[in-house]
């Protein structure tokens, strides 16, 4: 394991052009992580993630697009201070990788900048995961959500 | 813990030389600044980056230091990165879902 690296890899039954979509507008990254999402999914538009409800317990995290070029590549930035651009040392970088693979997509994700960040951007992650990675918590949201793409016409 | 500690603890491992060096005194269960010179490069600063981040520990060996892995310092790095790795793991599989039901939704 590389310290400070997360790579990961996995194959998914839909074509790149519906991955990229799922990984890339914010409609559909609200269903799979933050509880908001406002960015334009276009090369450097900057914006935010939020997470939690109500303004007690809610985290709003600055989201910047780094990459997009559908349906192979997305890429952005995120928990860089919120009044500085987004840049190597100050936020984590996420990439997804898409490319064909059978009748499917073979998806490759990779998180960088934790050796740079330090290790408070880990701890800031264990805090969300806390809040968002319970499938108690997302279960109920993903059926509905799937019913409601089912009933389109 | 500080988060000033932590950011050392977290630059301390983050360096490919004193993985390995870590490594080393793993498997061999010891070292000394001599016996890990034969095998890495500057090893007085890089124990003494592990040293701070309270990844070694050292008890005094004639006129050397004998260094040994800090086994609860280490598992603690190891676990907060591992648990970033198992959040991006439940958001993959939510992606995966969500990509699956959108797809089988167009071709019926």
Do not use: C
């Not at chain 1, 990984?23 to 276009?42: F, G, L, M, T």
């Not at chain 1, 914006?47 to 600055?62: L, N, P, Q, S, Y």
Request: net charge negative.
């Amino acid at each position: 394991m590389e310290f400070g690296t997360i790579e990961r890899e996995l194959f998914i039954e839909a074509s790149p052009e519906v991955v990229y979509e799922v990984v890339s507008s914010p409609d559909h990254v609200k269903q799979w992580w933050p509880d908001d999402a406002r960015y334009e999914p276009v090369p450097r538009s900057a914006g935010e993630i939020a997470f939690g409800d109500g303004d007690a317990g809610r985290k709003v995290v600055a989201f910047t697009v780094v990459e997009a070029r559908p349906p192979r590549t997305f890429s952005f930035r995120w928990t860089h201070p919120a009044d500085q651009p987004a840049a190597v040392g100050n936020s984590l970088l996420v990439t997804f990788e898409l490319s064909p693979s059978g009748d499917g997509t073979l998806l490759k994700f990779t998180e960088t900048g934790f050796r740079e960040m330090g290790w408070e951007a880990a701890v800031l992650e264990e805090q969300y995961r806390e809040h968002t990675a319970g499938w108690d918590y997302f279960l109920p949201r993903l059926a509905p959500y799937a019913t409601k793409l089912a009933a389109r016409p | 813990m500080t988060a000033a500690v932590d950011d050392d603890l977290w630059s301390a491992i983050g360096d490919p030389t004193r993985r390995r060096m870590l490594d080393l005194l793993l498997v061999e269960g010891a070292g000394t600044a001599t016996t890990l010179s034969r095998r890495l490069p500057a090893v007085a600063k890089h124990l003494g980056v592990l040293d701070r981040a309270g990844l070694v520990n050292a008890t005094p060996a004639g006129r050397e230091k004998r260094y040994q892995v800090d086994d609860a310092q280490l598992a603690r790095a190891v676990a907060q990165l591992a648990s970033v790795g198992s959040a991006w793991d439940a958001r993959l599989r939510r992606i995966k879902r969500i990509a699956e039901a959108i797809e089988r939704t167009q071709k019926n």
